[in-house]
Structure formats: structure tokens, C-alpha cells
């Protein structure tokens, strides 16, 4: 067996894996840093809906990596860890093994599917939407030549992958068992907006019902539709299992490491499991929510990069006194023309949790109106209502609302209130950016003011 000496060893090469590497490398430059990765070649995660339709269009535009890995000198070895022995810090993979001082387990996430459709999976033409390249190019090869297409699932990824089929003309259709789309990130009144751009893309949706069996009615293990628990066949070529995602937490579960909620890897503040010498990021890692505290299930590269630099930076010691006190569940996606985003808590949400009120503003994104690319921009706040502290925020807009939200993002784990928005600085162009006059960002606060006055 070929043995292996490092300082640092990260299991996955995904984007929690890469940065949480990068970061420990610019912190340590003298330390020896491993990352061992299951596949060589790597998809970008958000990127896998686009394949499917005009925006990308194959496989091969979705591929990335952490490039700044190999410009600073960290080593990448391609293979599965199978065994891990804790206490004398060694890691065994093919016929290899590593020994290491610090262990960074960054295995991510795999689709979490209802264990009533699992055996489905068995069936030609259904697929869930792993994140590895040879499984989202079998379903894009196989899709390509089927019209009807069925997607289980009414969440970002779902919607996103609709949209794109639609695009080039697939019969589409999402069945949500909600009666909206995105409704854990949206409230109703912005989930309705986004609703009605995708039914005017003309996709279907099936919100009403929800999808008991998976069905096969020739006999030949080849999928021809979904049962829905109203008895209704909708007919299909194609079903993807777009339900979510659970923490890839096998090997820590093996080798002893703690789990936390929903069976990811306890962690501290500072991405640290029992044992000060190993750390988790990224989706294998048990997260809470940033206002509730409570268990949380979001999945987000954003939220993996966090922790990955939180973790990264205080392998050996806490460097910076900022942790991950928890995620603020901060999502951006676009419909069409029109972009959604949503950060921290929604108004449905709070309701019985916390003493709330909201104040919304429905503008333009660009001064005058006669401005070229002018876009409606609605804000919506979520604001605490003895304190004026905001605790959630929804945008649509152009495509000004992905930062947006990122604004609103960062007042939120500021900590800062509807005051301090009201009187923020801000700046202003006719050709970027809303009137100073009537910014909604500032507008939706000075209305969340006067509720709260109320």
C-alpha cells in the first residue's frame, strides 16, 4: 500500500471543499494541503438546470472548478475514501493511505428521494438530479430525443429545469404537492408572480396533487407516467425526481463522527465537530436556521463557501472571531426575464413564531420609466416588530435583484434595522438603478416604519 504524508486533508473537491483548501493554504502556506475528490471531472451544481435547454446546452459548459487549487500548490487526488482511522489520523482510499494532522470532511449532498419512489429509480427514463457529470449526461442524452417530460418537485432546481425544457419546446409539466411553486422561499404574493411567468413559458403546473407511484404500463421497466394521489395518469417519456437533497454523511456515520438534525455532521461555530482536529462544510454539515435557531435543511453553495472560509481560516486556531451563527436560507433565481430572490424568513413563516410586520414597495428599476431595459422592482420586508430589526426580504426585479437580495442579506446578519435603511446612502443612476426619490428598498422600510407606528 502507497502511503502519503499531508497537513490537511479535505474529502471533496466541490466548492466547499475547494474554498475551504484555498482558504487554509492562504492562512498556512507552509501546511500541505490534500483534497481527495470521488470524480475528476466536477459539474458546477446551480449550473445542472441549464444544460438541459438554450442557455448552456451540454454537459460540458456546466464543468467547473476551483482553479486557485492548483495555482497555490494543493495537491488533488481522484478517488473514494473508504476507511477512515480516527485515532491515529490516517485515511485509506484505493490502495493508498494518507496520514494528516487536520481532516476536513466536505462530501456534500445526494438527492434525497421518498423512499415510496426509490424503487422507481430502477426504471428506464427516471432520474433524480445528482450532481456528478456521467449521471446528469445519461439524462440529458435520454431527454433529448423524449417529448413529455414530468418533473416531481416545485423547488429551485424543479422550476429551473422546466423553464429550460420548455425552452426548447418540451411538453413539461412540474406536479409540486404545493399549491404554489417555491413556496419555502416565497411568500404567496411573490410565488403567484414567478407562478404565472412559468405557465406563460407553457409549462404545467400540478400543485393540487402530489405523485404516489411512478408507472410502467407496458411491463417493460420503461416509465410511461406518474400516478397522482387523485388516481389521475399524467402521461410521460421522462421523470426526474427533483425532491431535495440529504447530507452525504455515510463514511462520517462509519467512522464515528457525530451527526446532527437530519443526519449532517455536527458542527460548532467554527465548522468543528467533537474532535477539535476534524471540521465539516458545506452540505454534509448539520445547519441551523441564522433567526430561529431551529434545524434547517437549506442547501446552498453560498452557504458552503461561508463555512468552507470559516472553517479554512481556523484549522489551526481561531483566527477571525466570526463564525457560522447559522444560515440565513438566502436564494436568487430568473423566470424568464424577471429575476426572484429571497433571504432570510418569509412572512408565512414567522406567523405564530414571531411578532412581525411587513412593509412592501412596488417601483421601477431604472429613472425615468423611459429608460431602455426598465423593469418593475417589488421589495418586500420582513421586519421585527418591537425591535425594527429586519428579518427577512423579497425581491423581484431585473437582474439587479441578485445583488439586491445580497444587500438585504447583509442587513440581516448585521443585525441592523428598518431605521437604518431608511436613512441609508445610496447610490444612484438613471441608467442603474431605481430613484433616489423612491428607492424601494428604502420605501419598503419607511412603509415596515409606519405599520409598526400603527
Not at 418537485?153 to 422550476?159: L, P
Not at 436613512?423 to 443612476?429: D, E, L
Amino acid at each position: 500500500m502507497e502511503k502519503m504524508n499531508c497537513d490537511v486533508l479535505v474529502i471533496g473537491g466541490g466548492p466547499a471543499g475547494g474554498v475551504c483548501a484555498v482558504t487554509a493554504k492562504m492562512n498556512n502556506p507552509q501546511k500541505d494541503i490534500i483534497i481527495i475528490q470521488e470524480y475528476e471531472k466536477q459539474l458546477v451544481p446551480c449550473s445542472i438546470p441549464y444544460i438541459f435547454g438554450k442557455t448552456l446546452g451540454s454537459v460540458e459548459k456546466g464543468m467547473g472548478s476551483c482553479a486557485m487549487v492548483s495555482q497555490m500548490g494543493i495537491s488533488s487526488l481522484v478517488g473514494k475514501v473508504e476507511d477512515i482511522d480516527i485515532k491515529n489520523k490516517i485515511a485509506y482510499f484505493d490502495d493508498k493511505s494518507i496520514s494528516y494532522d487536520k481532516l476536513v470532511f466536505a462530501t456534500g449532498s445526494k438527492p434525497f428521494i421518498h423512499e415510496s419512489l426509490q424503487h422507481s429509480l430502477k426504471l428506464e427514463g427516471v432520474f433524480s438530479v445528482a450532481k456528478n457529470v456521467e449521471e446528469i449526461r445519461k439524462l440529458k442524452n435520454y431527454s433529448d430525443s423524449k417529448q413529455n417530460i414530468v418533473i416531481v418537485g416545485s423547488g429551485f432546481i424543479g422550476v429551473e429545469i422546466a423553464t429550460e425544457f420548455a425552452s426548447i419546446g418540451k411538453n413539461v409539466t412540474i406536479v409540486g404537492g404545493s399549491e404554489h411553486i417555491l413556496n419555502r422561499a416565497f411568500d404567496v404574493d411573490v410565488a403567484i408572480e414567478a407562478e404565472k411567468i412559468v405557465l406563460e413559458m407553457g409549462v404545467k403546473y400540478i400543485g393540487s396533487d402530489r405523485v404516489v407511484e411512478i408507472v410502467d404500463k407496458n411491463g417493460d421497466n420503461i416509465v410511461n407516467g406518474v400516478k397522482l394521489k387523485s388516481g389521475k395518469i399524467v402521461d410521460a417519456d421522462v421523470v426526474i425526481l427533483a425532491t431535495g437533497y440529504q447530507p452525504n454523511t455515510e463514511l462520517a456515520k462509519k467512522v464515528g463522527v457525530s451527526l446532527g438534525h437530519y443526519d449532517g455532521i455536527w458542527v460548532d461555530d467554527y465548522m468543528r465537530t467533537e474532535n477539535k482536529d476534524i471540521f465539516a462544510v458545506g452540505d454534509c454539515s448539520a445547519r441551523r436556521g441564522f433567526i430561529t435557531k431551529s434545524a434547517s435543511k437549506v442547501m446552498l453553495a453560498s452557504t458552503s463557501t461561508a463555512e468552507a472560509r470559516v472553517a479554512g481560516s481556523s484549522l489551526y486556531g481561531i483566527k477571525y472571531m466570526k463564525g457560522m451563527s447559522g444560515t440565513i436560507s438566502i436564494f436568487s433565481t430568473k423566470i424568464g426575464k424577471t429575476a426572484f430572490a429571497s433571504a432570510g424568513v418569509t412572512e408565512e413563516s414567522s406567523k405564530g413564531n414571531s411578532n412581525i410586520v411587513v412593509g412592501s414597495f412596488g417601483g421601477i428599476n431604472r429613472h425615468p420609466a423611459t429608460m431602455p431595459d426598465t423593469h418593475k422592482q417589488f421589495i418586500k420586508l420582513i421586519v421585527a416588530k418591537h425591535s425594527g430589526q429586519i428579518i427577512g426580504g423579497q425581491v423581484i426585479g431585473g437582474d439587479e435583484a441578485g445583488e439586491i437580495v445580497n444587500l438585504i442579506g447583509a442587513i440581516i446578519e448585521s443585525g441592523h434595522s428598518v431605521y437604518r435603511v431608511m436613512s441609508m446612502q445610496i447610490a444612484t443612476q438613471p441608467m442603474l438603478t431605481a430613484a433616489p426619490t423612491a428607492y424601494p428598498l428604502v420605501m419598503a422600510a419607511i412603509r415596515a416604519i409606519k405599520e409598526m407606528e400603527n
